[in-house]
């Protein structure tokens, strides 16, 4: 399978082995495995509360895991702390994430660089602006006065400004307008090309498709079925996708 798989000969970025996590008794991801490469766009599709979230969180220390390894860059961190991940490059854009509302765009934005730099990164600021350019005409705006779209954007460039060597981003449609997440996943697919890795959870299974390089279907808790996109398409994990409720209605 790693034949066909575009970026198999690039460096491993996320090398996830075993990942169990489990909430009280009740386990919900039972030793999933999955990579990211360079520049690869990975995502992670599964029917609601197939446990795509939890994976993501438990991959980032967000929450205890219960078993399996995680290797980050090449180095095994899976004793290392979210802070410390988060330094290393490894971002999560969450779904629902929040800017800070009583901030301006500008201040949201020198927020998410304080991962990498406790004083902050204007540099940063300024080209996760570059990147987004509706939002430097809105800098001084306070992120309250934003539409929805807006400050999903921003909760994307505030990602951005962490200088991700991986961005996690967890349903970043959240219900919005289709051309907003097109513009975010845009904005990722071009980050790819200057080799940051990008993980991807969404239902919108077209939308995502545009986009991504490598799929991985999450069906209870286990990897049920890996491909490129193309061999996804074509083959029988397609029907599964859709069968399973992976893929939104909205399409
Ligand atoms: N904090 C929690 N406490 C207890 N159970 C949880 C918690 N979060 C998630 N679960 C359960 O874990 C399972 C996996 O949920 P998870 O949110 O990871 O799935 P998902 O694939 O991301 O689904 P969705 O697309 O709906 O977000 C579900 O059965 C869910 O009810």
Known sequence: MDDQRPHASSPIVLDVTGLTVAYGKAEVVHGANLRVHEGEFVVLLGRNGAGKSSSLHAIGALIQRKGGEIRFLGQDVTKSNARA???????????????????????????????????????????????????????????????????????????????PKLLVLDEPSGGLAPLVIDRIL???????????????????????????????????????????VESVRSGDLIQRIYLGGAASEQE
Not at 146 to 155: R, V
Not at 193 to 212: C, D, H, I, P, S
Request: charged letters at 20%; proline letters at 2%.
């Open 186 to 228: 845009t904005v990722a697919k071009t980050l790819t090309r200057q080799g940051t890795a990008v993980l991807l959870v969404e239902q919108l299974v077209k939308e995502a498709f545009k986009f991504a390089d490598y799929c991985y279907l999450m069906e209870n808790g286990k990897i049920g079925g890996e491909g490129t």
């Open 85 to 163: 991940l988060a330094r290393m490059g490894l971002v999560n854009v969450l779904e629902g994430h929040r800017v800070f509302t009583t901030l301006s765009v500008e201040d949201n934005l020198m927020l998410g660089t304080y991962a990498q730099n406790p004083h902050g990164d204007k540099a940063a600021v300024e080209s996760a602006m570059e990147i987004f350019p509706e939002l430097a005409d809105l800098r001084h705006q306070l992120a309250s006065r934003l539409s929805g779209g807006q400050q999903q954007i921003l909760a994307v460039a505030q990602g951005i400004a962490a200088k």
